[in-house]
């Protein structure tokens, strides 16, 4: 190779990556991680539009599988780590004290100061999303309120109201448990620690050091585990029961309450009709209760190299229309003000049901350990529990234990 | 300073190792390489959201091991698992086998359709099993209470006492194709002169089976089992489908116990003692494996 070609090609070569982050920067693109419930929706036309919107800005929406939440966030961190990440995800609260451990989001204050849209979105859910250390790192994105699903024939047949507190939920369990269906399609096995939490969290149970082995917090967990154990109103599958067996079983007649979301109300209208109503999940004693919040935000990662760009892109879905938009692809209620007003997706009676469920509403710690609490902690003992394989108070011993040593 | 001479000899030495090299490159990267960083993890606190803080532990993850309830449960578990499901397999395989050598009309299309267990992926068929064992909507219970064999409905994965024999049914379905096409591979090689000798000799059905296609077929098995034995020790998809290990730590292995010790409490070093305890577990059988080979080829 004769010098002056080297030289010169050697300075080609030193001149591309400059000559890439040029265009780069005509064109940035921002990948942006999410999950549906129903794999076959897909958010293209709302990318479209923002594009349309924001030339000079592609977004590269890549779906990750959910598999119970495991999945994605296993996906999340490696991807994260291994300094491959995407600029931008959907993400939850129980992995929120994760990623900032990791130094991995980047605080949206700034951005949040000069966005129209902020003003739209209702002053709990901020709340709501801040982190430990006080700063705004989710900006929320659709959320849903875990209620009580009944059936108003079987309770009026057994002369029955739907139940406000647990004493009426015990009652109105045991007046419909017969005939080959069970009071409540109980939920044990991934996910169930929501149903377990409106009874124990709501019957006084905290995540406070001691709390879980409070007096009360042991009481509460006796009378869960009785409602399996001594009263059988639980079907026999309830320790391994899935999202899509408490569903399943509620449509095809066999259970007679559940809990979950709106989310699921638009399949039991179809499979049931009228014969399917929802209320808030009932309080203890004290007029005190809790229910699951099922928060969904987006977040801008530190590592990113697009991060105006990347605001940009999840403040187009938090804010009015769009953000409705991406709600009838997900089934969930939108997160701000004005889309609320006019949402036509689901029936009216689970809307009123989440609505009247805000006040209960909450969500487990923002603790590096809640995901392992919730996909093989929880399971675990709760099973063991339900199978008399070990005392309910051991269960709640082994929680206090993952929490606080 | 190179002599003449033993330039050429050099080059005569590090010759068969530049034509390993690019194996040999592979085998690292794929192979050792993360060996060695599993050994490496197992020997650190690792903890995947914790990046920044990897205190050295030594052995500490393995003596943590042998204090843990779980991974004794999960041990014996592992060992009810492989000998149930290679066990049955080999069986069901045999059986069959024996039933696809006999000549029928429609053999060859039998013999397609019996691969078709092995041919599926391992989350299909959790899927499948968990929703044929279901409570109130599965198939197997809806045959048993018409066929009056049961009264009231059982809960085949919620149960401790059912919930590891019905995973192990399922896997039984997919892996005995495994042995069936291995063994009959196997009896096909045996000459027919074999057992018109033993017939002559008065041998009946039995005898024939037992002292003319068994020890025909002795190495076949042998290496089936090894085989198979190593794949079922590592196999945790369709626990992982079917129950997640539960209830309570009824299905619990030791590979399972590993993945969810990594994957979702994120200790990362504690998963990797786990596995590496799997792993010098199954060396023996590995073991046992290279050396029938080795004999094979020395043969």
């Not at chain 1, 921002?30 to 897909?42: I, K, L």
């Not at chain 1, 996910?191 to 905290?206: I, P």
């Not at chain 1, 049901?353 to 350990?369: C, E, Y």
């Not at chain 2, 000549?103 to 899927?127: K, T, Y």
């Amino acid at each position: 190779m004769k010098r002056r070609q080297f030289l010169s090609l050697a300075g080609a070569a030193l001149a591309a990556p400059a000559v890439t982050r040029v265009h780069a920067q005509s064109a940035q693109t921002v990948r942006w991680w999410y999950h549906f419930d129903n794999p076959q929706q897909t958010p293209a036309e709302l990318v479209a539009k923002f594009e349309k919107e924001n030339p000079g800005i592609k977004v590269q929406a890549e779906s990750i599988p959910w598999g119970g939440g495991n999945d994605y966030y296993t996906r999340l961190y490696a991807a994260l780590i291994a300094g491959n990440g995407p600029d931008c995800a959907m993400v939850k609260l129980n992995n929120q004290a994760r990623l900032v451990q990791m130094k991995a989001l980047e605080p949206l204050e700034p951005y949040l100061a000069k966005w129209a849209g902020k003003g739209d979105i209702a002053d709990n859910l901020w709340t709501m999303n801040k982190a430990s250390d006080g700063k705004q790192y989710f900006l929320p994105l659709q959320y849903v309120v875990l209620y009580l699903y009944y059936r108003p024939d079987l309770f009026a047949a057994a002369g029955v109201q739907p139940p406000k507190t647990f004493d009426e939920f015990l009652k109105a369990a045991q007046a419909v448990n017969k005939d080959g269906i069970a009071g409540f399609g109980m939920r044990g096995g991934g996910g169930g620690h929501d149903h377990w939490g409106s009874f124990v969290l709501g019957g006084g149970a905290t995540f406070d050091k001691g709390g879980m082995v409070s007096d009360k917090a042991l009481a509460a967990n006796r009378w869960f585990v009785e409602l399996g154990t001594k009263h059988k109103v639980f079907p026999a599958s309830a320790p391994t029961d899935g999202f899509r067996q408490i569903v399943d079983n509620f449509k095809a007649g066999r259970t007679a309450m559940t809990i979950h979301h709106i989310g699921s109300a638009n399949e039991m209208v179809q499979a049931l009709g009228d014969k399917v109503s929802a209320v808030p999940v009932p309080r203890a004693a004290d007029g005190k209760g809790w229910t699951s919040f099922g928060d969904e935000s987006n977040a801008v990662f530190s590592a990113s190299k697009a991060k105006d760009a990347a605001f940009k892109w999840i403040s187009f879905l938090s804010s009015g229309a769009n953000n409705v938009a991406f709600n009838t692809f997900t089934g969930q209620l939108p997160v701000t003000t004005s889309g609320a007003a006019n949402w036509t997706l689901h029936p009216k009676r689970f809307v009123d049901a989440s609505m009247q469920s805000l006040p209960l509403m909450g969500v487990l710690p923002d603790h590096p350990k809640t995901a392992d609490f919730t996909r093989t902690v929880w399971p675990q003992n709760m099973q063991r529990a339900l199978l008399g394989q070990i005392e309910p108070d051991a269960m709640m011993k082994a929680i206090e234990a993952h929490f606080h040593g | 300073m190179m002599t003449a001479a033993t330039g050429p000899r050099i080059r005569e030495a590090v010759r068969p190792f530049l034509f390993l090299a690019p194996a040999l490159v592979i085998t690292a990267a794929v192979i050792i390489l993360p060996a060695v960083q599993t050994l490496w993890m197992s020997l650190h606190d690792y903890v995947l959201f914790r990046p920044d803080d990897v205190p050295f532990v030594g052995l500490g993850n393995f003596i943590k091991a042998l204090g843990d309830e779980v991974f004794w449960l999960s041990l014996v578990n592992s060992f009810v698992w492989i000998a149930a499901c290679v066990g049955l397999q080999f069986l069901l395989g045999l059986g069959t086998a024996l039933l696809l050598n006999q000549s029928f009309w429609w053999r060859g299309l039998a013999r397609a359709l019996v691969i078709i267990p092995w041919a599926l992926p391992s989350v299909i068929i959790g899927l499948m099993w968990t929703w044929m064992y279901d409570l109130n909507l599965g198939v197997i219970n809806d045959v048993l209470l018409r066929a009056g064999l049961i009264s009231t409905p059982v809960a085949w994965l919620a149960r401790p006492d059912t919930a590891l024999a019905s995973v192990v049914l399922a896997l039984v379905w997919q892996g005995f194709p495994f042995f069936a096409v291995m063994i009959l591979a196997g009896l096909q090689t045996i000459p027919d002169e074999h057992y018109e000798a033993a017939e002559i000799d008065g041998a009946t059905r039995w005898q024939q089976f037992r002292f003319v296609t068994l020890p025909a077929l002795k190495g076949v098995i042998a290496t089936a089992l090894l085989l198979r034995i190593i794949w079922v020790a590592n196999s945790l998809d369709v626990i992982l489908v079917m129950t997640g290990g539960g209830p309570g730590f009824a299905t619990h292995t030791l590979p399972l116990y590993a993945f969810l010790k990594a994957y979702s409490a994120m200790e990362f070093g504690y998963g990797a003692a786990l596995a590496l305890m799997l792993a010098a577990l199954l060396l023996v059988v590995v073991a046992g494996y290279v050396r029938r080979i080795a004999k094979e080829e020395v043969r």
